[in-house]
């Protein structure tokens, strides 16, 4: 059972350019979010979604677009790179009508 | 909207006792949650408690939740060197959809 698994790890990019990073989970669970975190911040929103085609925004979500084509994978994709978006970015999901959300190990990604 | 305020910085002695305290705005909230993060690791749930507790204990671990307050607190008893790490509080949105969390609490234990 892998749990919840984001791809890359690690990943640095020019300001302008565009990525996706992923999130996978083997868990069948509906509820799925994408955080970022920042030294002093904690965790803050950037999108999450309740099931497979339904998708809203969080507390930061300018720069950032989701889909949720398959309950399996939550993919967030960077159009336009920008150094403030210098951050860990840790994807979560959890299951309707019970408690707490698992983790993924997280991508540190820097905008040069 | 839900907010959820913790103070960025406690350091005990190890062995004393370590309170965590939390203020959240979310009355409606289902589930409140006590997440560890490790350095360099993510997020693992370390406890929660159901709006409905007062208290939940957990071996080493003590919830404390104030509904009329909206305050969490987070005790851990005899402080270990391996409790050194990030401590979110956090709470469950009403539509349980989704999960916010607070700044984050560094524990950092002095011999």
């Known amino acids: 059972n892998a749990g919840v698994t984001q791809t890359p790890k690690f990943q640095v990019l020019k300001t302008g350019q565009s990525m996706t990073l992923q999130c996978a989970q083997d868990?069948?669970?509906?509820?799925m979010s994408w955080y970022r975190q920042d030294p002093g911040m904690g965790l803050r929103l950037i999108h999450y979604?309740?099931?497979?085609?339904?998708?809203d925004q969080g507390e930061v979500p300018n720069g950032y677009n989701v889909s949720r084509s398959t309950t399996e994978d939550f993919p967030l994709r960077l159009l336009s790179a920008a150094p403030s978006q210098t951050s860990v970015y840790f994807c979560?999901?959890?299951?309707?009508?019970?408690?707490?959300?698992?983790f993924g190990s997280g991508t540190r990604l820097t905008v040069v | 909207g839900e907010d959820v305020e913790q103070s960025l910085f406690l350091s005990v002695r190890e062995g004393d006792s370590s309170v965590i305290n939390c203020t959240y705005t979310?009355?409606?909230?289902?589930?409140l949650y006590w997440y560890k993060q490790e350095p360099g690791a993510g997020l693992q749930l370390l406890t929660y408690?159901?709006?409905?507790?007062d208290m939940k204990q957990d071996q080493r671990l003590t919830v404390l939740l104030n509904k009329k307050d909206k305050h969490l607190s987070l005790r851990i008893a005899d402080t270990q060197t391996g409790d050194s790490a990030i401590y979110f509080c956090?709470?469950?949105?009403?539509?349980?959809?989704?999960?916010?969390f607070g700044s984050g609490t560094r524990l950092s234990i002095r011999p």
């Open positions: 979604s309740v099931g497979a085609g339904i998708t």
């Open positions: 979310d009355s409606s909230s289902t589930y």
């Open positions: 408690i159901f709006s409905n507790m």
């Open positions: 979560a999901s959890g299951l309707k009508d019970s408690y707490g959300y698992t």
């Open positions: 956090a709470e469950e949105d009403s539509s349980a959809s989704k999960i916010i």
């Open positions: 868990m069948n669970h509906e509820y």
